[in-house]
């Protein structure tokens, strides 16, 4: 039988052409007995031995999902190197390599100019191909940095491994909270429901069962003994054997059939906006410069190849490695301080936020419960609520949480319990509708108890006796308002209340269920503290400080987070309770939720619509939690916020992964990810309004100069010049008073700035064109270019090309720093170390190179010493104008950058 079944497992399975899960063969598995199942793959209740282990995941492959195929390196390579930009470059290349080699005598060759160009293309890149791989790499590292594991049996052992080593035959422990790691056949479940939102779409969490039996008209999500990679447990817990992982999963299958398609964001949409700008001012001003330039010089050959250098000044080849590196860089920064960004273009919306929505526990409070009171009804001490609480704590195999711990460790130091004695009969797992849990326990006397605990309303609803004075009595309506007349006094101490409810010998058929927890009789409370922490409230005031609102969402009552707000300092706040906000449309939650900042009592589903409504009024909203009941919340908003230490479905929807729960390293986060975005904008603006007024100049000189303003391997140079100084720019330092706010990208700031700053420039290089063609050259050659001969003509064009290409490079590269601030630099605001060297290396190669060997090959010739007193001059004034334009720009714009 196991023989024949393998064979017709493979046959399903393995066959070479067609590797995957199909609905004939998840049928298969779901139809078929365990014993059968676990032979298939060697395997038992007691899991995987070690030696097999190797041999199934060669045959049934690694539990990995190809997110699309990795894109091979050459084609990296090719998408590096030959962009529509550097095309350009290519074929301006070729093009020189003709005119200035091939078709000239040979001692005229000349393949300075193929150079330059080659040069530039090679700049171009390598850069863009080092920081993609840089990116790819620093993504990977980084998302290995945060571990989803899953609770394996293997060897009779439970193991907690990365679900990456998984593989088929292996028994895997599910529980609340959980993500399923892999193709899941069950073979014991209990009250297991499943989100299997991202496989079906559907918002309700589905019912799985291990005794399900299959029928014709079953789809694959309809299998109740079968779980899917990719869904997550809600409640419940249940054991299975894994039957696909990786690529042959049902989840694997639908990544393979659709191309992974990354959000896109504002941020993607200004970058395009703002390169398609630079190229139709590129597909204009080019083909005019090549007009106007053939028509008064009448070298069509040069106009055209001026045009050419033209168009390449105006497009921005350095803007995808420029922005990759800031990204690179500020994630690389995040990490250093305790922030890992899973997603390197989610950083542009880190430092977007302007409202942090967060849950209470763990987040404003300390990640430590204690446990202080365990109190009888009458609100004494007692230890026979604690020891039932245990009991509860220590039999459940759902999730454990922090009150959980805090039970264990509490009765591990007060009380002596012997667990050999008790053995569990059955458990009824957590969920947030209930707001409880109940264990079914049997002594060695045979004596049967269900012990419950929960949330103080929920037990009184299910209790129909009280414990009081050592008497099991009535709950009447007296002593309910007497138990939560106390309970309200210790929440208003800060404490969390959950009571614990008992029954003895119940009798059930069956399994226990819901219905079961009923005519029970409460025996007490339970107090913890839960304090906040030290940090939290210096945490808020800095996240206010910097333009971030926080909200509190939390399921907890209104009395404890009254207390843990006032203690932080959220005081006088008004406090809206969940069951308030169902009523309400969506416009009336959105007034509700932009006016208040306290939310208590809130199912997951009110947690996310809170986001919702935020966001659609227009806020970018950040939601931090580490539940089960966080994950939705954390899917809608802009960038979901996690730590490491949360459960598997909250690490897994989140875009930034805190290393350590604390609200100071979130702000610090927020504030890297503004630098980030802020040098990035740097580069964008600077460059669009430069290129813009520099073309602007190039334009006004081609219509009035009876020579071309400057060569085109001038041009070329003057731009890789500026290109490598701007490398520098991801290094620099951000005003504080920039980082105070969030930002967002506004796209039609980039025309503004264009329009205000790009023309200052094109001032000065009008003067110099005057200051050189009527006063400089005319003095170093001896006469006007018209009454000059044709040779004196030519030094007369290379006078004024290196005078105009040094103006320009200075004028170019200094702006920068008038530019990178809107105060005054170098008095108010300095730039780093490395924006200063490396633009100050830049000013200085290109001020020498009239006078080399290097700079007469692009025909620039020695400069005279009066000219140096013009150009001080001429850069002073250009630097004082930029200051006042920029001021009122900034008055009228109400920011630079």
């Not at 830049?842 to 400069?863: K, Q, R």
């Amino acid at each position: 039988m196991v023989i024949n079944l393998k064979t017709k497992l493979d046959k399903l399975v393995n066959r070479k052409e067609v590797k995957k899960m199909t609905k004939k063969t998840y049928e298969f598995f779901a139809k078929k007995q365990m014993n059968e199942v676990f032979d298939l793959y060697s395997s038992s209740i007691d899991g995987l031995t070690a030696e097999k282990i190797e041999d199934l995941r060669d045959k049934h492959g690694e539990n990995r999902i190809s997110h699309g195929k990795k894109t091979p390196l050459f084609i990296e390579i090719l998408k590096a190197y030959f962009t529509p930009f550097t095309i350009v470059l290519i074929a301006l290349a070729v093009i020189s390599f003709i005119t200035d080699y091939l078709i000239v005598p040979a001692s005229e060759r000349d393949l300075t100019g193929v150079i330059i160009i080659v040069l530039m293309v090679i700049l171009s890149g390598t850069m863009t191909l080092v920081q993609s791989v840089r990116s790819s790499k620093a993504a990977e590292k980084l998302g290995n940095l945060v571990k989803v594991t899953a609770t394996v049996v293997r060897d009779g052992q439970e193991k907690e491994l990365p679900i990456e080593e998984l593989v088929c035959g292996d028994v895997v422990k599910l529980a609340a909270g959980d993500m399923i790691p892999a193709d899941i056949r069950l073979y014991r479940t209990k009250d297991l429901f499943i989100s299997q939102a991202a496989m079906t779409g559907e918002s309700y969490p589905v019912e799985k069962k291990a005794d399900y039996e299959v029928t014709e008209h079953s789809t694959d999500t309809d299998l109740e003994n079968i779980v899917y990679m990719g869904s997550n447990v809600v409640s419940g817990s249940a054991l299975g054997i894994v039957i696909a992982v990786g690529n042959d999963t049902l989840f694997g299958q639908i990544a393979k059939g659709v191309s992974e398609t990354r959000t896109i964001t504002s941020f993607d949409i200004g970058i395009s906006k703002t390169s398609w700008l630079l190229i139709r001012f590129m597909l204009v001003m080019a083909p005019a410069v090549f007009l106007i330039n053939g028509l008064t010089k009448g070298d069509w050959l040069e106009a055209f190849l001026f045009g050419l250098s033209i168009a390449v000044g105006l497009t921005p080849e350095m803007l995808p490695m420029i922005v990759t590196t800031n990204l690179v860089k500020g994630a690389s920064s995040m990490a250093k301080k305790g922030t890992i960004i899973k997603n390197l273009n989610s950083i542009q919306n880190f430092g977007a936020i302007d409202i942090l929505c967060t849950d209470k526990t763990g987040t404003l409070t300390q990640d430590k419960i204690i446990l202080e009171y365990h109190l009888d009804v009458d609100g004494k001490e007692d230890l026979r609520v604690l020891r039932h609480a245990f009991f509860n704590s220590y039999y459940q195999t759902g999730l454990k949480n922090l009150m959980d711990k805090a039970i264990i460790e509490s009765a591990d130091e007060e009380l002596a319990i012997d667990v050999s004695h008790y053995t569990k009969v059955d458990e009824i797992p957590f969920d947030f509708q209930r707001r409880r849990m109940s264990v079914v326990i049997e002594d060695n006397h045979g004596k049967t108890q269900m012990i419950t605990k929960g949330a103080i309303e929920e037990m009184l609803d299910i209790s129909s006796y009280v414990d009081y004075r050592g008497e099991v009595i009535p709950l009447t309506e007296e002593l309910r308002e007497t138990i939560l007349k106390t309970v309200d006094e210790l929440n208003e101490d800060g404490l969390r209340v959950i009571g614990v409810s008992q029954k003895t010998n119940p009798s059930v058929v069956g399994e226990f269920s819901i219905q079961d927890e009923s005519d029970m009789v409460l025996i007490g409370y339970l107090a913890f503290l839960d304090p906040p922490k030290e940090t939290t409230k210096d945490a808020l005031d800095a996240l206010r400080k910097h333009g971030v609102g926080v909200k509190v969402l939390t399921g907890d009552n209104a009395l404890v987070t009254k207390s843990v707000c006032k203690q932080v300092g959220l005081k006088n706040e008004a406090i809206i309770i969940g069951n308030t906000l169902d009523h309400l449309t969506d416009d009336e939650l959105q007034k509700v939720a932009i006016e208040n900042n306290i939310f208590v009592k809130l199912t997951p589903s009110q947690k996310t619509r809170l986001v919702r409504v935020l966001r659609e009024a227009g806020h970018t909203v950040g939601f931090m939690g580490d539940g089960i009941n966080d994950a939705p919340a954390m899917k809608e908003a802009d960038v979901g916020i996690s730590v490491d230490t949360a459960v598997d479905i909250a690490k897994e929807s989140a875009d930034v992964i805190l290393l350590e729960k604390d609200l100071m390293i979130l702000e610090r986060g927020i504030l890297s990810g503004r630098k980030t975005f802020g040098n990035i904008m740097k580069y964008v603006k600077m460059t669009a309004s430069s290129n813009f007024g520099n073309m602007f100049s190039v334009v006004i000189a081609s219509i009035f100069l009876p020579f071309l303003p400057m060569l085109p391997l001038q041009v070329l140079f003057l731009n890789l010049i500026y290109d490598i100084s701007c490398m520098s720019i991801p290094w620099d330092h951000m005003d504080e008073e920039y980082l105070e706010e969030p930002k967002k990208w506004d796209a039609t700031s980039i025309g503004s700035f264009m329009r205000w700053l790009g023309p200052t420039s094109s001032i000065f290089d009008i003067t110099t064109y005057l200051l050189m063609y009527f006063i400089i050259c005319p003095a170093v050659v001896g006469g006007s270019f018209h009454t000059l001969n044709a040779e004196q003509q030519v030094m007369f064009i290379a006078v004024f090309h290196a005078g105009w290409f040094v103006e320009s490079l200075w004028s170019q590269t200094l702006v920068i720093y008038a530019l990178r601030t809107p105060k005054i630099p170098f008095i108010q605001s300095n730039p780093s170390f490395i924006l200063a060297t490396v633009t100050t290396l830049g000013i200085a190669i290109g001020t020498v190179l009239p006078f080399t060997d290097f700079g007469e090959n692009l025909g620039l010739v020695d400069l005279p010493g009066e000219y140096w007193a013009w150009l001080a001059v001429t850069i002073i004034a250009y630097l004082v104008l930029v200051m006042i334009v920029k001021k009122i720009y900034v008055k009228k714009y109400g920011e630079l950058l």
